[in-house]
């Protein structure tokens, strides 16, 4: 036995861990997924390696947080019994359900809360996005209890706490908690509906958690893992699984071009805008960019560069993926005439090359886009309907990886095209606060401050109440929206494709990826 296969020993007996053998006692299992994941093993510890999708989404198959997401995107009380906030914001109290279990039959408790609050915002859990969210914050318990206090009111901390998974880590030393990197690949006791079975470099199985609040119908799940979308999808076209999740509308047609295959649709936090630097000449007007904001027809991307199932039309700065807040979304009103009129009576004539000049300036700019699909393609269906009013407008494709620290945090961009995740709480500061800047924020306008939107984003960041949010977004949507910084366009989906017949399998339509496993306790062959 070696060093290393010591210390997986010794951790998974400190974490009262029973792997179990590869049993034949299945026939075969109810359900297979297969995951795309280029790390092998995959982590089961959701908050190692939680960058990765796969990792957080079969983190949300195995582990529950004290809120959760309902069927609007709203937080609700999941293993705690209920939220409340007190008057300055500051401080947010959540006693815990009682009766809650790990799978090995212990019970679930708040020192588990304290401990993983610790390890999320230790550098050791590696998700960077929630351990932002959690910066400052403390917390305490009394009897089940915990008390977390706040460095500052911040609304959005019920959404937060839909994005901590807890793990049972309350009674582990200071030395185990450190071995926990290291050990991601090893199964802890559960918390969600199903157990980790056994766990090999290309396939997770898993069983039901005994002790889950609802036992799920399917009693064997199996997640194969595949290092490409192509292999997932040849995998399956012949039947070797039964699901896999489409994030590309191309991704999606590859996998409904299979016979009996469905696809469920999710709409996920994430938007896409175009983006307008408000230094540039021409677009430094406002009636340029209130007319290019009525001359694009979503309508026609959608059904054109999404191939009709890629997203959601969005016109306000909130993600239809928010439904609770989203509902403020005003309908497209595109009217290419009606910005040609607008842009005539601002004195932007037709040249000779048939695009608009005033004076020495002519409509005329660069779209910088990331080579990610399908943004090229809406790039250029922008292209093409903003000709249609006598501005040109050429793409600029590059690199994926790089767009967002060489071309949008510096400002290096005329107009751009912009996929961003803003996570599950309408908090939009982040982008459109006149003082927002990188590494926590994108003043992606550039524009002159506005103290009637910063107030407006103010509210909306740290009221705690549904209706007085609901409220402040609509200041923020109607401020953003007349100055046109930017025009909303599209919230991206997602798709869960299931080939066969699988009773009950109801997916919801918002929430992402990690949401395709909520209602996965009614599925049944």
């Known amino acids: 036995m070696t060093a ?5 020993v010794i951790a998974g007996v400190a974490l009262g861990i029973a792997l179990a053998p590869r049993l034949s006692v299945f026939a075969g299992p109810d359900f297979r997924e297969g995951v795309v994941s280029a790390q092998r093993p995959v982590s089961l510890d959701p908050l190692i390696g939680a960058d990765t999708e796969t990792v957080h989404d079969v983190g949300h198959l195995l582990y529950r947080s ?22 300055d914001g500051l401080t947010y109290t959540a006693p815990l359900a009682a009766g809650e279990r790990w799978s090995n039959g212990n019970p679930i408790q708040a020192s588990d809360v304290l401990a993983t609050l610790r390890f999320a915002q230790s550098s050791s859990a590696l998700d960077t996005a929630l351990a932002g ?55 802890m006791p559960t918390s969600g509906p199903y157990r980790v079975l056994s766990a090999e470099a290309t396939v997770v199985e898993l069983q039901t958690n005994p002790f889950a609040r609802t036992r799920p119908v399917l009693g064997h799940v199996e997640l194969r893992v595949y290092s490409t979308f192509g292999d997932a999808a040849s995998a399956f076209a012949k039947g070797d699984v039964d699901a896999v999740l489409a994030t590309t ?21 994430r938007f896409v805008d175009l983006l307008f630097n408000e230094r540039v000449g021409g677009l430094d007007d406002p009636v340029v960019r209130l007319a290019i904001s009525n001359a694009i027809n979503r ?24 439904r609770w807040i989203a509902t403020q979304n005003p309908p497209e009103t595109s009217s290419p005439s009606a910005a040609s009129s607008a842009l005539d009576a601002d004195r932007w004539k037709l040249g000779p090359t048939g695009i608009r000049e005033r004076g020495s300036q002519a409509l005329d700019f660069t779209l910088k886009v990331a080579n990610a699909a399908p943004l090229p393609e809406v790039a250029k269906e922008l292209t093409e309907q903003l000709s249609a009013i006598g501005m040109r407008v050429r793409v600029e494709v590059v690199p994926s990886q790089s767009y967002v620290g060489a071309d949008l945090a510096p400002h290096t961009f005329e107009m751009a095209l912009a996929d961003w995740d803003g996570g599950p709480d309408p908090d939009v500061s982040s982008f459109w606060r006149s003082n927002a800047s990188p590494p926590k924020g994108f003043y992606v306008s550039r524009g002159g401050p506005d103290a009637f939107l910063d107030q407006a984003l103010d509210t909306l960041s740290t009221v705690p109440d549904a209706g007085g949010r609901i409220a402040a977004a609509a200041s923020v949507s109607g401020h953003l929206l007349s100055d046109a910084p930017a025009v909303f366009l599209y919230t991206p989906s997602v798709s869960y494709v299931i080939r066969g017949p699988l009773a009950g399998a109801e997916v919801p339509s918002v929430g992402g990826g990690a949401a395709r496993f909520d209602d996965i306790n009614a599925w049944r062959r």
């Not at 290393?4 to 997986?8: C, D, G, Q, R, T």
């Open 133 to 187: 969210s959690l910066l400052g914050v403390r917390a305490t318990a009394s009897g089940p209890a915990v008390t977390f206090t706040l460095p500052s009111p911040r609304a959005s901390f019920g959404a937060t706490l839909t994005q901590l998974p807890i793990l049972p880590l309350g009674t582990l030393s200071r030395a185990q908690m450190a071995a926990l990197p290291s050990q991601a690949a090893v199964p």
């Open 4 to 8: 290393s296969s010591i210390l997986v």
């Open 299 to 322: 309508q026609s991307i959608l059904g054109g560069a999404l191939a009709g199932s890629g997203g959601l039309m969005q016109v306000n700065p909130f993600s239809e993926g928010l």
């Open 66 to 87: 004290l809120m959760r997401l309902d069927s609007s995107a709203f937080p609700r009380p999941d293993l705690a019994k209920s939220l409340t906030v007190s008057q």
């Open 249 to 269: 509308p191309q991704q999606r047609a590859t996998l409904t071009s299979t016979a009996h295959a469905r696809a469920h649709d999710v709409a996920t936090f």
